[in-house]
Each structure stands twice: as structure tokens, then as C-alpha cells.
């Protein structure tokens, strides 16, 4: 490691600038098509593609926000997201709540800057000042110093490191598919009748509007079992997986963490594989996922249990944008508005006959299970990376014969 030296932020970046906000006064400032905009709560640890919002080029020269390049190290200031980082995939803008770092190629690698970052994010969190409200200031980041070797040793280690997260990314976007495309067989199937043998069957009368003959409408309640078993989480294995609300992903059925039973204090809710996990708290979240194993949760979720013919009907209903949108206006409460089964389990759903239910069903397995073991493939990955980032961006593992070409690719 005779070869690092300590550098500050500043010296190797071409800018260290904070974003901006344009006036919300000014509707015309905010596009459908636009420059994207990114704000701190974007800051996924990834690369950034897509925006919530984007701006207008008028927006852009009103504003303090100004246009950065692809590649460019972002890290939140202030607020319950200070000190999450992420890199920009393309040619953006940022809010005021966002420290960007434009680095100067000759002399840094952007990849590295992120890792080194990451793994000095301890540190520089301490240095946030602010009683309310944690605060990192653009001068504080400018100041920080980070250990850097030579350029080239930069760019093995963060094309090593941006390799395992590009892995990572890929897999979440096959996540993505498979969902999609069984909410799309669901559409098919359930929405436009268009399932197998569907061209022989007439459509009839029913209290949902003509449905195909031989379909019947039920209530969601008729067609699963609300598991409501409880548990001390000191009586059972401390191995065992915890799901609280903060586990459970927003609009993905797929569930990519969890804690531990020893981790727990009061009585949690029982599930087993397969149960789907609603989140009642503020359900305008979205929290809905089918659980990959046994284990216990938080009691702010629903656990949801569809009988085995209907299970990939319901698996879909109840987490549909619609169902999701019922729960959300029939909640109870202000503050922290709660889904009521009593009223959401009344949603009226039209049935095929058993044969079809268990082929629905049997097709959303398939593109479910694919989508865990893509989950369980980037919770290695994402252990490896930990395990390997500390060590890198300190120089505790000789980089020097890394084929970090190999590995990275075009990545930024």
C-alpha cells in the first residue's frame, strides 16, 4: 500500500456541486419528457436510469439545478437518507439535497470514488452537524479525504466492484420481467378472458359485469385463510427469518430481506412459504409479497394464506395497484392509516373452474420461484461485494493481477 496517498474529495473531482429544486409555482418547469431530475431519496446505492420527475430545459436555467454526466458520484446531504450514495447511468439534474461529485478521469476513477466512499461512509456520516436534522455540508465533502492509489489501480478495483453490482442490477431487472410478465399472463387470464380454450366459452351475466359460463364471483375472504397465530419470538429457533414492514419491497412481490427471530422483542405474527404478506400501515406503500420460507413478522402485516387452487389468482389480486387503491381509501386513521380486512376481504373477484385456477397457479409459481433464486444469486453477491469492498478500496488485497476488464465491461 506504499503507493496510496490521502486526497480530499475536492482534488479529485473537476466539481463538487449541490443541485437545485425549480420553482413548483412554475408547472411548466416539471415535463413528462424531460431532463430527469433525481432527489435524494433516489439514492438507491445503484446506478440511476429513471427518475420520478424530470424537468424542462427552462426549468433547468431558472433553477439552481445544473446538468451532469453520466458517471457522475452522488451522495445525500441532509435528512433521513444522509450518507446514501448512488452514481448517475445517464446525463441528469439533482435536488439541493444532493452533493455531486464530477471526477476528473486523469486522475480518478469515478467507480473507485463510489467504493471508497461507501467504505468511508462511517466516517464521514460522523462529521454531520445538526440536532434536527443531520447535515452534511457541501465544504465538509469537499474536505473529506479518502486513501487513492494510482489511476490504474483505481480502475481495477472499481470495475471489480462495479462488475458484482452490475450482476446485481441485471438480476433485479430479471426480477422485474418475471413479475411483470406473470401480472401480464394475469391481465390475460382474468381481466380480458383471454385463457386457454377461452374461444369455445360464452361470456354471461354476473354481478361483475359478463364473465366467461362456468366462472363464478367470490370474495377474496372465501378464498383464503387470515392466519392470525402468534408468537413469542424468544420461544423459537433465533434463527429463524423476521420480516417487519421495513423488509417488505414496495410494489414487488418478490422479498429481498429480512432480520432474525433472535432480533425481536414482542409477539409476531406467524407465516408459512407461500403466504402472501400485506402491509396494512399506510397500504398507499404498497407492501405486498409472497414469502419465500417460514418464519415470523411484524403484526402491521396481513398474513394472507389462498387456498392451494386459487393461490396465483389471489397471489396477483391482492397485489394489484387496484386492490392496493381499495385497501388505501377504506383505511382507517389519519396519521397512520391501517387496511381493514373486514372491509378489503369483501373485494369480489370472478373464479374459473379448478382446472384452469391450478394452471394459473402452477404459471405463477414458475416465474415467482425463478424471480427468488435470482434474489437468493444477488444476496451472495451482495456479500461478496461487502466482504471484498473494505479490503479493496484500503489496499488490503493486491490488485495488480485483477483482469478487472474482464469482470466490468462498460459499465458506467
Known amino acids: 500500500m506504499t503507493d496510496w496517498r490521502q486526497v480530499s474529495i475536492e482534488e479529485l473531482c473537476v466539481r463538487v456541486t449541490s443541485g437545485g429544486t425549480p420553482s413548483r409555482k412554475r408547472p411548466d418547469y416539471y415535463v413528462d419528457e424531460g431532463i430527469p431530475w433525481v432527489k435524494s431519496k433516489e439514492l438507491v446505492e445503484a446506478r440511476i436510469t429513471a427518475t420520478e420527475e424530470h424537468i424542462s430545459e427552462e426549468g433547468l436555467a431558472r433553477s439552481s439545478a445544473k446538468l451532469l454526466p453520466p458517471g457522475t458520484v452522488l451522495l445525500a ?20 439535497a444532493v452533493c455531486a461529485m464530477v471526477t476528473d478521469p486523469n486522475v480518478t476513477d469515478a467507480r473507485f470514488l463510489y467504493y471508497a466512499l461507501a467504505g468511508a461512509r462511517s466516517s464521514l456520516t460522523a462529521k454531520a452537524h445538526g440536532a434536527a ?30 462488475a458484482i453490482d452490475d450482476l446485481i442490477e441485471n438480476n433485479r431487472r ?12 394475469y391481465r390475460e387470464w382474468f381481466v380480458h378472458f383471454r385463457y386457454p380454450g377461452h374461444e369455445s366459452v360464452p361470456l354471461v351475466d354476473s354481478p361483475l359485469g359478463p364473465i366467461p359460463q362456468g366462472w363464478k364471483v367470490h370474495r377474496v375472504d372465501n378464498l383464503v385463510e387470515i392466519i392470525k397465530e402468534t408468537v413469542d419470538p424468544s420461544s423459537i429457533d433465533p434463527e429463524t427469518p423476521a420480516v417487519g414492514l421495513e423488509h417488505i419491497p ?22 408459512a412459504k407461500g403466504d402472501i404478506l400485506f402491509g396494512k400501515i399506510r397500504p398507499y406503500f404498497h407492501k405486498v409479497s409472497v414469502a419465500p420460507f417460514s418464519g415470523i413478522s411484524s403484526t402491521d402485516a396481513i398474513v394472507i394464506r389462498p387456498h392451494d387452487s386459487s393461490w396465483g389468482q389471489l397471489v396477483l389480486t391482492v397485489s394489484s395497484s387496484e386492490f392496493v387503491a381499495h385497501a388505501t381509501q377504506s383505511s382507517n386513521g389519519t396519521k397512520m392509516p391501517r387496511a381493514d380486512w373486514n372491509v378489503i376481504g369483501q373485494w369480489q373477484v370472478s373464479v374459473p373452474p379448478p382446472g384452469l385456477s391450478e394452471e394459473f397457479s402452477e404459471l405463477v409459481r414458475e416465474h415467482l420461484e425463478m424471480a427468488e433464486e435470482l434474489m437468493l444469486q444477488n444476496l451472495a453477491l451482495s456479500s461478496l461485494r461487502d466482504l471484498l469492498l473494505p479490503k479493496l478500496v484500503t489496499g488490503q488485497i493486491d490488485v495488480s493481477d485483477l483482469n478487472w476488464e474482464a469482470w466490468a465491461g462498460d459499465s458506467v
Not at 441532509?78 to 439534474?93: D, S, T
Open 77 to 96: 446531504m441532509y435528512g433521513a437518507n444522509v450518507g446514501q450514495l448512488g452514481w448517475l447511468g445517464m446525463e441528469a439534474a439533482v435536488n439541493q
Open 133 to 162: 436534522q443531520q447535515n452534511l455540508s457541501q465544504q465538509l465533502i469537499k474536505s473529506f479525504a479518502v486513501s487513492v492509489p494510482s489511476i490504474e489501480a483505481q480502475q481495477r478495483i472499481g470495475g471489480t466492484l462495479r
Open 174 to 185: 430479471r426480477v422485474e420481467l418475471l413479475e411483470q410478465m406473470a401480472r401480464a399472463i
Open 250 to 271: 414496495r410494489q414487488q412481490l418478490t422479498l429481498d430481506s429480512w432480520g432474525n427471530a433472535g432480533d425481536q422483542g414482542s409477539r409476531k405474527a406467524m407465516f
